[in-house]
């Protein structure tokens, strides 16, 4: 039984606390947030303890914690943990700052702790389920992967502001899912950009809409597509054109009613956003990483994952910025 | 080449001439109908001449005629056209009499020229894809047949009134259909009915709506829903539950566009009536007596499946009234 | 906070200790059952006592009780727990004897308490989105239901002989969702049954495959089917035709990948069982129920409606054996 | 009535033949090739004359002619029959060198005859339709356009040798396809191309799999994938994300049977490659010919279409090779 402290009492905490209590492997001792009073809420809600995070990170009886604080803090967090023994489990991303995710990188692998990155999609029942046919060769040789990921409609322009953009705060998944499903970093990024959705966006230095071209050494090619609106709910799809196929991950709905009438043939629209579409994925996440520190097998999403899917994030930046292709070997030099 | 002789120039007629005159190995010569003015229009159309029937059951070029009057002269025009040595499509049904069509069975057998009859479904891509995977074994043992059939409205009163009863006029193509799929004719048929679309059917002595039952000697279930109302067209699916699975005909579709908003996720309704949806089924309806009749091979549908459809619609017919299930073998006694 | 005892601790009570325990407004207090090691088990994975079902019932502590016992203690318990002040959520069905059952109604009708029937799919996301449709007029006035509820594969033929039979342990299910979405009980019940399945299931006394047809006093008609064995998974479907269009629910997948390849296009299963299909609904019904209990609100499905499927189970058996339509009225006479 | 000619008789002339010969506005009254006896065959099955090109466009009773030749010819044909006062449809593209089409399209304006360019997809019942939703505004104003267009298996290399590449070959007509449903010309053309599905075509100096980036002036995005070889069909979807939802054109199936087995849920692979799937766009195509040429309408698809999706293979054309973005601006400068 693990021992498990989280970081960080916000809405996607306590989605973790209701994954960490649930599993039979691992028990939620202790809580920490700079809002004292979020952390005892949470705490109290699942028989936890709401505790500073130096006490908790003093305490050996903790094995692991879930970071799921505000980005800035991740690096350092990730660091102090380790540094104090504990396995990690820390939401993405590593950090705003490349650099600063690569030094943390070096450190962790000193500190020579487990750190599992939250890319939750990895976990996605669907999405594994393709990454599996993909494996088995079920549709041959990978040559051609298309990402589709819209969420139903923009955050707030202050969000904006300090989210590191629209390529480090929400592609950064689909970075990390082409890196996934393809299992090479790609050679080159060409990304456009566009603030289409929102002018405010734009005036706020970000992109609202965007494709992103990724090329590989051995040929194959990758595009992601992203949007902060699609009013008919959280859009969420991969296909992957293969030698011998095509696989497709489509958008699980909200039902599965068909109304048949003079209109048209009408069914239920995609689940509406992460929270919906993702819970069977922050379950499988947790589990793994459960599984991971207790048996002391391969983590599936390495702080490396972290640091890779940031410098394409990097890239892509520069990129809509140049209107050029930037080689991910130029931004991690 | 086929010389052909098209007997009624009404809208089905229309759409058995273009077959006729697309096919590579046939050629419409001569159309005959009551109203002598359509008989001249559609002949005219194609290049064919306008004739009485009796002149065209009296001229040995023609090779065949393609039946679509009115159905009380189909039992006449079947025993006239075999009598002078035309090979015969008649189209459904053979005649609202079940005994005035086994007497025409008879002679037809004596006269011994093919006749086919126009259960145009059996030709159509899906049903008959259906068909070939249930052949492969697929499935399996078909072990519970589902046939749904709507049409998208009623036909007037004035119709139904002729018509000889939604069993006899709509339904005769399910029985045919599950004639076909079964391979067998059914023990017993249990059928309710309801004039619940319109109360006007009811007062003129049909039914709108009906559920039949079919039990099979070894056991076999088949059950058939007719409509004369689905507002959102014409659907027309089959399902079959075998021992290995479950094959299903779906709906085909005016197109493949889907809509996402708000509202939901909209697609195309099903093609709208028949001509819609069984025009390639047809088609291939005219190819396949054009080749049965040119090399002698089997006929895919028989005057008997016409004479045993007929049957089923008898026996359903009287248990609708009766309420009681109704034996084959006492209808056909 | 209701405090809860579960009677019962096998594989469904399982999933039923997970929604008392998983809802914010119950506590799981005690467990009982004859098999003392399975109660004492359940109840230490979720923090309960192991008691007697009659020290269960002699605490005053206890708000309701959960039976998920076998199906001939069902009229018994559920009698002496409203007799005992609890309220009551009873697995179905109340009994395999329509007396006994109606009995019970009358016992517990006197001692005033809530009765509740676990017909868990009312509860269902799909088939409560149909039911949200119809009664918003999405189709009209409805007109022609048909239920299709498949199982995997058939229980061992021991199981089969103690069931009550098809009607009263699998198509009870059915009869209440036609219960359900018609809002009214039929006239008279058509039943055919038989065991193309498996011949033990035959010469057990018991059909695997059968058809119901339903009437209904102002016309509408509804059709019934079940087969024990789908070999492709739970195959649960509803559609209902009214007079402005068809609303279908249609069945859940194991997840959304499809792959395309020289062979066909192919996507995933349907959800295996009732566990994998209904485990939302499960938990939807536990919610509802306490909502009820806690609000004296009005119970979605009631011991009368309970009562209702079981004399329409009693009905299609007699049906299936004599071959005869069966009214409703002579059974509950 | 259209009295038509025919240049050129290969596979794609015989398809025209049956448009025009369908029609009730137009006659085939002669074709021409420079093998006379392919003219001669496809003439006499639709009852034309085989004669010369010089003797065609010298007949004054000929209305028009269809160029279905090698592109080489194409310019030089769409001259000639203007200047002989000929109506014309064109197969694409209108030639491979983009300054050769430049000068056709000017001395075809001088020529002030109609000039229609087999954009056939255009016609294609479900990108219509997805079109005619578009412009009744039901997704709101268009953002990010994504067209995929994959072939079932690629042509010879000695094809690629002569093809214009990838761009001007097969992409041209999703250029098109981008041009109807943006009605703009895009800004600038970023092109990615590999040869992975086959490195012969590689060394033929092509690409096989393609991903190419549109931006508009306004703002809005186009992504184009194509792939010389899916092997489970030909792919031809678009999908279209605006401002109040999302419009799909999916492909449609070889037939809608749905077999659930043990294996999976399977249905029809796409229609195999672009005559099953285009035939109804291409009888479209002619109809939408026939009326503007007879009524002096608009032409759905001009000249001027064609050379500017020749324009933007040349840029893409350009991109691929020196991995930059391109203008249109520069290629048409």
């Known amino acids: 039984m693990l021992n498990i402290a989280l970081l960080g009492a916000g809405r996607i905490a306590g989605v973790h606390a209701t994954a960490i209590t649930s599993h039979p492997g691992s028990t939620l001792v202790a809580v920490s947030d700079i809002n004292t009073d979020a952390a005892a809420k949470l705490a109290a809600h699942y ?19 879930l970071i799921a604080t ?13 540094g104090a023994g504990k396995a990690v489990l820390c939401e993405k991303p590593v950090d705003l700052s490349l650099a600063r995710a690569q ?14 990155i939250g ?21 041959g040789k990978p040559e051609l992967l298309s990402i589709t990921s ?8 202050a969000y904006i502001k300090v989210s590191g953009g629209l390529f480090r705060d929400m ?21 456009v950009g566009t603030s289409i959705v929102d002018p405010a966006i734009g005036q706020a230095g970000d992109v609202d809409t965007a494709v992103v071209t990724l090329t590989y050494a051995d040929g194959r090619i990758a ?26 991950a489509q958008n699980m709905l909200e039902n599965t009613v068909v109304k048949s009438t003079t209109a048209g043939v009408t069914g239920a629209k995609p689940t509406y956003f992460f929270l919906e579409r993702y819970m069977p994925a ?6 793994a990483f459960v599984t991971a520190v207790t048996t002391g097998s391969a983590l599936l999403v390495t702080l490396a994952d972290g640091v890779a899917a940031l410098a394409m994030a990097e890239a892509a930046t520069q990129s809509a910025r140049s209107g050029l292709p930037v080689t991910l070997a130029s931004v991690l030099a």
């Open 282 to 287: 922050y379950a499988a996440e947790w589990a």
């Open 223 to 248: 595009v992601i597509k992203n949007s902060r609106r699609a009013v008919y709910g959280y859009d969420q799809r991969v296909e992957l054109l293969g030698s011998q196929g095509l696989l497709q």
């Open 70 to 82: 505000s980005t800035d803090t991740h690096s350092d967090l990730i660091e102090r943990a380790t």
């Open 103 to 116: 030094t943390c990188q070096t450190v962790a692998a000193r500190n020579g702790k487990p750190v599992m």
């Open 119 to 139: 890319f939750n999609r990895r976990f996605d029942p669907n999405f594994s389920a393709l990454k599996a046919a993909l494996d088995k060769g079920e549709i």
């Open 47 to 65: 028989g936890a303890e709401a505790r500073t995070t130096d006490a908790i990170l003093a305490d050996p009886r903790i094995d692991a914690v």
């Open 150 to 157: 819209f969420d139903p409609a923009p955050p707030p322009v």
């Open 171 to 191: 592609m950064i998944h689909d970075f990390d899912m082409a890196n996934f499903l393809m299992g090479a970093a790609p050679l080159s990024v060409s990304a």
